[in-house]
Protein backbone atom coordinates (compact mmCIF):
# COMPACT_ATOMS: atom_id res chain seq x y z
CA UNK A 1 0.00 0.00 0.00
CA UNK A 2 1.90 3.11 -0.91
CA UNK A 3 1.84 6.17 1.34
CA UNK A 4 -0.27 9.26 1.73
CA UNK A 5 1.27 12.55 2.56
CA UNK A 6 4.40 13.51 4.55
CA UNK A 7 7.47 14.37 2.28
CA UNK A 8 7.51 15.08 -1.25
CA UNK A 9 9.58 12.10 -4.17
CA UNK A 10 11.33 12.97 -6.99
CA UNK A 11 9.15 14.38 -9.87
CA UNK A 12 9.04 13.40 -12.83
CA UNK A 13 7.02 13.39 -15.99
CA UNK A 14 5.04 10.73 -17.54
CA UNK A 15 5.72 10.51 -21.55
CA UNK A 16 6.48 6.98 -21.28
CA UNK A 17 8.90 4.87 -22.30
CA UNK A 18 10.16 4.50 -25.80
CA UNK A 19 10.88 0.55 -25.37
CA UNK A 20 7.36 0.03 -23.51
CA UNK A 21 6.90 -3.62 -24.60
CA UNK A 22 10.38 -4.99 -24.08
CA UNK A 23 11.29 -7.00 -20.97
CA UNK A 24 13.17 -4.40 -18.48
CA UNK A 25 16.21 -5.90 -17.10
CA UNK A 26 18.67 -4.43 -14.89
CA UNK A 27 21.72 -4.88 -17.33
CA UNK A 28 22.79 -5.15 -20.86
CA UNK A 29 25.14 -8.02 -19.86
CA UNK A 30 22.08 -9.62 -18.29
CA UNK A 31 19.68 -9.48 -21.09
CA UNK A 32 22.81 -11.20 -23.12
CA UNK A 33 22.68 -13.61 -20.10
CA UNK A 34 18.90 -14.07 -20.35
CA UNK A 35 19.28 -15.03 -23.64
CA UNK A 36 21.94 -17.66 -23.53
CA UNK A 37 20.34 -19.32 -20.81
CA UNK A 38 16.76 -18.90 -22.52
CA UNK A 39 18.23 -20.47 -25.72
CA UNK A 40 20.33 -22.90 -24.46
CA UNK A 41 23.06 -22.50 -26.77
CA UNK A 42 26.03 -24.32 -26.60
CA UNK A 43 27.99 -21.52 -28.38
CA UNK A 44 28.53 -17.91 -29.24
CA UNK A 45 30.12 -15.94 -31.92
CA UNK A 46 30.83 -12.37 -31.46
CA UNK A 47 33.31 -9.81 -32.51
CA UNK A 48 36.81 -8.75 -31.27
CA UNK A 49 35.61 -5.09 -31.31
CA UNK A 50 33.52 -5.44 -28.09
CA UNK A 51 33.35 -4.46 -24.34
CA UNK A 52 34.29 -6.85 -21.89
CA UNK A 53 31.67 -7.23 -19.98
CA UNK A 54 29.93 -9.20 -22.76
CA UNK A 55 32.18 -12.19 -21.61
CA UNK A 56 30.70 -11.84 -18.04
CA UNK A 57 27.86 -14.05 -18.83
CA UNK A 58 29.42 -16.60 -21.08
CA UNK A 59 32.25 -17.26 -18.65
CA UNK A 60 29.72 -17.77 -15.92
CA UNK A 61 27.47 -20.54 -17.76
CA UNK A 62 30.88 -21.82 -19.13
CA UNK A 63 29.79 -21.49 -22.82
CA UNK A 64 32.63 -21.85 -25.32
CA UNK A 65 32.95 -18.41 -28.11
CA UNK A 66 34.48 -17.45 -30.93
CA UNK A 67 35.70 -14.29 -32.23
CA UNK A 68 35.48 -12.75 -35.61
CA UNK A 69 36.57 -9.90 -37.29
CA UNK A 70 35.45 -6.78 -38.72
CA UNK A 71 36.25 -4.50 -42.06
CA UNK A 72 36.51 -0.90 -42.30
CA UNK A 73 32.75 -0.31 -42.33
CA UNK A 74 32.26 -2.05 -39.07
CA UNK A 75 30.65 -5.18 -40.71
CA UNK A 76 30.75 -8.68 -39.75
CA UNK A 77 33.59 -10.44 -41.99
CA UNK A 78 32.17 -14.29 -41.04
CA UNK A 79 30.81 -16.96 -43.46
CA UNK A 80 26.85 -17.38 -41.64
CA UNK A 81 26.80 -21.10 -43.05
CA UNK A 82 29.14 -22.21 -40.54
CA UNK A 83 26.45 -21.38 -37.63
CA UNK A 84 24.97 -24.33 -36.02
CA UNK A 85 21.60 -25.03 -34.49
CA UNK A 86 22.36 -24.49 -31.08
CA UNK A 87 25.18 -21.86 -31.68
CA UNK A 88 24.58 -18.01 -31.58
CA UNK A 89 25.93 -15.17 -33.91
CA UNK A 90 26.00 -11.93 -31.79
CA UNK A 91 26.54 -8.48 -33.57
CA UNK A 92 26.74 -4.72 -32.15
CA UNK A 93 24.93 -1.77 -33.92
CA UNK A 94 28.02 0.14 -33.81
CA UNK A 95 27.34 4.05 -33.15
CA UNK A 96 24.10 3.15 -34.19
CA UNK A 97 24.83 3.54 -37.68
CA UNK A 98 24.78 0.04 -38.39
CA UNK A 99 20.81 -0.83 -39.49
CA UNK A 100 21.32 -0.97 -43.22
CA UNK A 101 23.85 -3.86 -42.45
CA UNK A 102 21.29 -5.61 -39.44
CA UNK A 103 18.66 -5.73 -42.55
CA UNK A 104 21.23 -7.23 -45.11
CA UNK A 105 22.39 -10.06 -42.35
CA UNK A 106 18.82 -10.82 -40.47
CA UNK A 107 17.93 -13.74 -43.13
CA UNK A 108 21.49 -15.12 -43.33
CA UNK A 109 22.15 -15.32 -40.11
CA UNK A 110 20.46 -17.94 -37.80
CA UNK A 111 20.01 -17.50 -34.14
CA UNK A 112 21.23 -13.64 -34.84
CA UNK A 113 21.53 -11.32 -31.40
CA UNK A 114 21.67 -7.77 -31.72
CA UNK A 115 23.65 -5.77 -29.16
CA UNK A 116 21.85 -2.36 -29.45
CA UNK A 117 23.44 -0.85 -26.85
CA UNK A 118 25.08 2.24 -28.95
CA UNK A 119 21.57 2.20 -30.64
CA UNK A 120 18.64 2.41 -28.66
CA UNK A 121 16.62 4.09 -31.12
CA UNK A 122 16.90 0.83 -33.74
CA UNK A 123 13.66 -0.78 -33.56
CA UNK A 124 13.57 -4.62 -33.10
CA UNK A 125 13.28 -6.65 -35.77
CA UNK A 126 10.45 -9.37 -35.48
CA UNK A 127 11.84 -12.84 -34.75
CA UNK A 128 15.48 -11.51 -34.35
CA UNK A 129 16.74 -11.26 -30.32
CA UNK A 130 17.56 -7.52 -29.26
CA UNK A 131 19.03 -5.66 -26.04
CA UNK A 132 19.57 -2.30 -25.65
CA UNK A 133 21.34 -0.72 -22.40
CA UNK A 134 19.67 3.14 -22.03
CA UNK A 135 22.25 4.50 -19.34
CA UNK A 136 24.37 4.41 -22.90
CA UNK A 137 21.96 7.78 -24.23
CA UNK A 138 19.96 8.92 -20.69
CA UNK A 139 20.96 9.97 -17.39
CA UNK A 140 19.98 6.36 -15.61
CA UNK A 141 22.72 4.40 -13.55
CA UNK A 142 21.66 1.08 -14.61
CA UNK A 143 19.00 -1.33 -16.92
CA UNK A 144 18.66 -2.96 -19.55
CA UNK A 145 15.77 -3.17 -22.47
CA UNK A 146 15.24 -7.23 -24.17
CA UNK A 147 12.96 -8.39 -27.06
CA UNK A 148 12.94 -12.15 -27.46
CA UNK A 149 10.16 -14.72 -28.15
CA UNK A 150 12.12 -16.83 -25.45
CA UNK A 151 12.02 -16.46 -21.85
CA UNK A 152 13.70 -17.89 -18.64
CA UNK A 153 11.28 -19.82 -16.26
CA UNK A 154 12.19 -17.70 -13.02
CA UNK A 155 10.46 -14.87 -11.07
CA UNK A 156 13.22 -12.11 -11.35
CA UNK A 157 13.34 -9.83 -8.65
CA UNK A 158 13.80 -6.57 -9.08
CA UNK A 159 16.34 -4.35 -8.67
CA UNK A 160 17.08 -1.67 -6.13
CA UNK A 161 19.25 1.53 -7.77
CA UNK A 162 19.26 4.87 -5.98
CA UNK A 163 22.20 4.12 -4.11
CA UNK A 164 23.95 4.16 -7.49
CA UNK A 165 23.04 7.97 -8.55
CA UNK A 166 25.65 9.97 -6.53
CA UNK A 167 27.47 10.62 -9.78
CA UNK A 168 24.85 12.17 -11.49
CA UNK A 169 24.19 13.57 -8.80
CA UNK A 170 27.44 15.17 -8.15
CA UNK A 171 27.52 16.26 -11.51
CA UNK A 172 24.55 18.69 -11.31
CA UNK A 173 25.51 20.22 -8.07
CA UNK A 174 29.32 19.90 -9.27
CA UNK A 175 30.94 19.36 -12.08
CA UNK A 176 31.75 15.95 -14.24
CA UNK A 177 35.00 15.44 -12.46
CA UNK A 178 33.73 15.96 -9.15
CA UNK A 179 31.73 12.56 -9.89
CA UNK A 180 33.66 10.66 -12.37
CA UNK A 181 35.09 8.33 -9.35
CA UNK A 182 31.65 7.83 -8.54
CA UNK A 183 30.64 7.07 -12.23
CA UNK A 184 33.47 4.01 -12.25
CA UNK A 185 32.60 2.74 -8.82
CA UNK A 186 28.96 2.11 -10.02
CA UNK A 187 30.24 0.43 -12.98
CA UNK A 188 32.14 -1.98 -11.01
CA UNK A 189 28.71 -2.56 -9.05
CA UNK A 190 27.37 -3.56 -12.30
CA UNK A 191 29.81 -6.72 -12.62
CA UNK A 192 28.52 -10.34 -11.72
CA UNK A 193 25.47 -8.92 -10.75
CA UNK A 194 22.57 -11.25 -10.72
CA UNK A 195 19.46 -11.11 -13.80
CA UNK A 196 16.86 -8.48 -11.95
CA UNK A 197 13.74 -6.74 -13.22
CA UNK A 198 14.49 -3.28 -13.82
CA UNK A 199 14.54 -1.17 -10.93
CA UNK A 200 10.97 1.12 -9.95
CA UNK A 201 13.65 4.70 -10.87
CA UNK A 202 15.09 3.51 -13.09
CA UNK A 203 11.68 2.83 -15.43
CA UNK A 204 10.77 6.05 -14.00
CA UNK A 205 13.09 8.09 -14.86
CA UNK A 206 12.99 6.29 -18.49
CA UNK A 207 8.93 6.98 -18.86
CA UNK A 208 9.66 10.91 -18.42
CA UNK A 209 12.08 11.55 -21.22
CA UNK A 210 10.93 13.37 -24.54
CA UNK A 211 12.40 10.48 -27.17
CA UNK A 212 11.34 12.47 -29.82
CA UNK A 213 13.18 15.50 -28.88
CA UNK A 214 16.26 14.12 -27.68
CA UNK A 215 16.10 11.81 -30.96
CA UNK A 216 15.87 15.26 -33.58
CA UNK A 217 19.17 17.27 -31.39
CA UNK A 218 21.25 13.89 -31.49
CA UNK A 219 20.85 13.73 -35.50
CA UNK A 220 21.44 17.06 -35.91
CA UNK A 221 24.66 17.03 -33.74
CA UNK A 222 25.72 14.45 -35.58
CA UNK A 223 25.18 16.07 -39.43
CA UNK A 224 26.55 19.55 -37.98
CA UNK A 225 29.82 17.97 -37.12
CA UNK A 226 30.17 15.80 -40.41
CA UNK A 227 29.25 19.17 -42.19
CA UNK A 228 32.49 20.51 -40.72
CA UNK A 229 34.58 17.04 -40.21
CA UNK A 230 34.30 14.77 -42.78
CA UNK A 231 36.78 16.24 -45.30
CA UNK A 232 39.24 15.18 -41.89
CA UNK A 233 37.83 12.24 -40.82
CA UNK A 234 39.08 8.75 -42.03
CA UNK A 235 36.14 7.11 -41.83
CA UNK A 236 32.73 7.78 -43.17
CA UNK A 237 29.95 6.20 -41.80
CA UNK A 238 26.26 7.08 -43.50
CA UNK A 239 23.48 7.92 -41.03
CA UNK A 240 20.57 6.95 -42.66
CA UNK A 241 17.05 7.94 -41.93
CA UNK A 242 16.03 5.70 -39.42
CA UNK A 243 19.32 6.13 -37.37
CA UNK A 244 19.96 8.03 -34.02
CA UNK A 245 23.61 8.07 -33.47
CA UNK A 246 25.13 7.49 -30.06
CA UNK A 247 28.31 9.66 -31.15
CA UNK A 248 30.07 10.90 -34.04
CA UNK A 249 33.03 8.62 -34.91
CA UNK A 250 35.87 10.51 -36.09
CA UNK A 251 39.03 8.73 -37.66
CA UNK A 252 42.33 9.89 -36.95
CA UNK A 253 46.18 8.54 -36.16
CA UNK A 254 47.02 11.85 -35.05
CA UNK A 255 48.01 10.62 -31.31
CA UNK A 256 47.85 13.94 -29.45
CA UNK A 257 44.34 14.86 -30.50
CA UNK A 258 42.50 12.55 -27.61
CA UNK A 259 44.77 14.46 -25.52
CA UNK A 260 44.01 17.99 -27.04
CA UNK A 261 39.99 17.12 -26.67
CA UNK A 262 40.41 15.94 -22.66
CA UNK A 263 43.06 19.02 -22.15
CA UNK A 264 39.27 21.17 -22.99
CA UNK A 265 36.98 19.12 -21.38
CA UNK A 266 36.10 17.27 -24.09
CA UNK A 267 36.08 13.76 -22.98
CA UNK A 268 35.72 10.96 -25.62
CA UNK A 269 35.42 7.32 -24.34
CA UNK A 270 38.01 5.05 -25.59
CA UNK A 271 36.69 1.59 -27.09
CA UNK A 272 37.26 -0.78 -25.56
CA UNK A 273 41.24 -0.91 -24.41
CA UNK A 274 40.69 -4.48 -23.71
CA UNK A 275 40.00 -4.96 -27.22
CA UNK A 276 44.14 -5.06 -27.62
CA UNK A 277 44.77 -8.11 -25.42
CA UNK A 278 43.15 -10.25 -27.96
CA UNK A 279 44.01 -8.73 -31.94
CA UNK A 280 47.48 -8.08 -33.18
CA UNK A 281 48.82 -4.72 -34.36
CA UNK A 282 47.97 -4.96 -37.65
CA UNK A 283 44.23 -5.63 -37.01
CA UNK A 284 41.99 -3.25 -38.31
CA UNK A 285 40.07 -3.52 -34.53
CA UNK A 286 43.61 -2.56 -32.94
CA UNK A 287 43.19 0.66 -35.28
CA UNK A 288 39.65 1.15 -33.98
CA UNK A 289 40.48 1.42 -30.42
CA UNK A 290 43.51 3.40 -30.66
CA UNK A 291 42.33 5.74 -33.36
CA UNK A 292 38.77 6.24 -32.80
CA UNK A 293 37.63 9.37 -31.08
CA UNK A 294 33.85 9.20 -30.29
CA UNK A 295 32.79 13.02 -30.43
CA UNK A 296 29.76 14.24 -27.76
CA UNK A 297 27.06 14.62 -30.59
CA UNK A 298 23.97 14.28 -27.71
CA UNK A 299 21.12 15.99 -26.25
CA UNK A 300 22.98 18.04 -23.73
CA UNK A 301 24.87 19.81 -26.35
CA UNK A 302 24.08 22.78 -28.61
CA UNK A 303 26.17 23.95 -31.48
CA UNK A 304 28.25 26.52 -28.81
CA UNK A 305 29.61 22.75 -27.60
CA UNK A 306 30.23 21.72 -31.34
CA UNK A 307 31.77 24.75 -32.45
CA UNK A 308 34.83 24.17 -29.91
CA UNK A 309 34.83 20.19 -30.81
CA UNK A 310 35.55 21.37 -34.46
CA UNK A 311 37.67 24.16 -33.25
CA UNK A 312 40.27 21.53 -31.82
CA UNK A 313 39.67 18.99 -34.08
CA UNK A 314 40.73 21.19 -36.87
CA UNK A 315 43.43 22.89 -34.82
CA UNK A 316 45.21 19.84 -35.30
CA UNK A 317 45.48 19.81 -39.34
Known amino acids: MNAIGGYFGLELNGY ?3 HSNAVRLNTGRNALEYLLIAGRY ?59 FIDHIKTRCINLIIDNSQAFYARPIKGVDTFYSPRKFFGVTDGAYLYSVKSIEVSLEKDIS ?5 HLLRRIDRDAEDGYPYFASNDRLLSNMPILSMSNLTQKILSSIDYVKIATIRRDNYKYLHQFLQRLNQIQLQMDSDCVPMV ?33 EESIEWK ?20 KIISIVSHEY
Open 16 to 18: GEY
Open 42 to 100: HKIYLPYYTCDVLLEPITKLKIPYEFYDINEKFEAVFDFSAIRNKECFLYTNYFGLKND
Open 162 to 166: HSRFE
Open 248 to 280: YPFYSDNSKLREKLTKQKVYTAKYWPNVLEWVS
Open 288 to 307: FVNNLHHLPIDQRYSKEELD
